[in-house]
Structures are given as C-alpha cells and as structure tokens.
C-alpha cells in the first residue's frame, strides 16, 4: 500500500539555524498538509498547500515558516531560523483529490530537535 | 473543552473487554475521522464518518456520531494487546484545506 515517506526521522539543529523537513506524499495525491506535535500536546495544524500554493495555515506558520513543492514528488518544510519551541514532531500529510471526504494520510514524522 | 476533545485521557482493559472512546466538539464539521499512533510513530488512520452519517463499522471498529450533540465514539470490540496505542479523534473542517483539528487523544492499554 503506498504511503507518505519522511525525511529525516529525527533531525537535531542549533538555535538559530534553518532547517528543511522533507516529504514524499503518496504519488496520486493533490493535497499536502504539515503538523506537528509537541511533546505531550495535541497534533496541531500547521498548513494545507493545493495546486502549489498554500490554501490554508494556522497562526503557527508564521514568517519563520514556509513550504515549498520544487519537483513532482518532494513537499518540504522549511524553518528560517529556529527556537527551542520548535522542538516537536513534524508530521506531513496527504489527500487524494477526489472530495474532501477523503482521508488524510501521514507519514511517521521527523523529530525536531533544537538545542 | 476545546474542538475534538476525548474522554477518557486513559484507559485500561483486559484482552478481549471492548473499549470505548469518546470525542466532543464545538464546531460544525464536514467529517470526523479517528486515528491510531503507536508510541513514537506516525497517525494511521482508521475510519471516517461523514457529517451525514451516524454509524459506521470496520472490523472490529465502530464509530457512530450525533451532530446534534456533537460528539462521537469509537468503540473497539474483542480487544487484543496489538490495540495498545493513543486514539485521536479530528475533525475536518469545510473551509477548502480541510485541515483536521485534533483531540488530546486516548491512551488505551490492553492487559493481555
């Protein structure tokens, strides 16, 4: 069965450095979606991208964040210049088109860890 | 309680008792799907029920939803240890990204 890969399962970075969480959704799939969790918190949204552009994003995803689909089968995430409250798991997501009763499928996340 | 909130937090039962897991929320939905996540792993996704739907089966899994109370169950029959795990509920929403709001989750354990 196909499924959403991610890369790195566990990333660890500096304060202050960028980071880029990548992701291959499964191949038919149009909708993208990034979450993530923080430790002992509830999964959070993050942002939805459709048609290689963002559709929707939480107030998390602020102007350190961005997302970017550069081929026909990576979706990444970028974080410009990370805090420590940066540290959680990063799950990426995707739907098939066909209605929005679709269900979303994650990957097993990477683990953002920033010293 | 904030949008897709479960109850209990935890839960612990014998292999073969049935578990069942409940979810509330405060906004209209387009659907509400539940998922599993093993310590440590991603969220797999076990059922989705429409906002039109107030039953749904799969395996040992049944799921029913009240719109007019807004909340859900997800039941888990002849439970097995393998059914350890956290369950979430989320509910779509019907802005055109259909992100998923999530609850706190369930831990369940099964006592073989």
């Keep these: 069965e196909p499924e959403v890969t991610q890369t790195p399962s566990h990333q660890v970075t500096q304060m202050g450095q960028e980071v880029i969480l990548r992701c291959v959704p ?3 799939h149009l909708y993208f979606y990034w979450y993530r969790q923080i430790l002992g918190q509830k999964v959070e949204f993050l942002v939805s991208f459709y048609n ?4 929707e994003k939480s107030e998390i995803f602020d102007d350190q ?3 970017e ?3 026909g089968s990576n979706f990444t995430l970028k974080i410009r210049s990370t805090k420590l409250e940066d540290s959680a798991m990063y799950f990426c997501a995707s739907r098939d088109r066909e209605g929005s009763n ?3 499928h994650f990957g097993d996340g990477t683990r953002l860890s920033i010293l | 309680s904030q949008q897709g909130e479960e109850d209990p937090q935890a839960l612990s039962i014998q292999e073969g008792e049935n578990a069942t897991m409940n ?3 405060k906004t209209s ?3 509400l799907q539940w998922y599993r996540q093993n310590s ?3 969220l797999v996704h076990l059922i989705l029920i429409r906002s039109n739907e107030r039953e749904k089966h799969s395996g040992r899994l049944r799921v029913t939803l009240d719109t007019s109370k807004k909340s859900s169950s997800l039941l888990i029959t002849a439970s097995r240890a393998a059914d350890t795990a956290s369950y979430f509920c989320a509910t779509g929403s019907n802005n055109a990204g259909n992100m998923l709001t999530f609850g706190g989750g369930t831990r369940l354990m099964v006592k073989p």
Aim: with cysteine.
């Design chain 1, 26 to 28: 499964i191949s038919n």
């Design chain 2, 29 to 31: 939905i387009n659907n």
């Design chain 1, 69 to 71: 689909r550069p081929d």
């Design chain 2, 40 to 42: 440590g792993r991603g």
């Design chain 1, 102 to 104: 679709q269900p979303q």
């Design chain 1, 52 to 55: 290689n552009e963002i559709s």
């Design chain 1, 65 to 67: 964040f961005s997302v």
């Design chain 2, 23 to 25: 979810c509330s929320y």
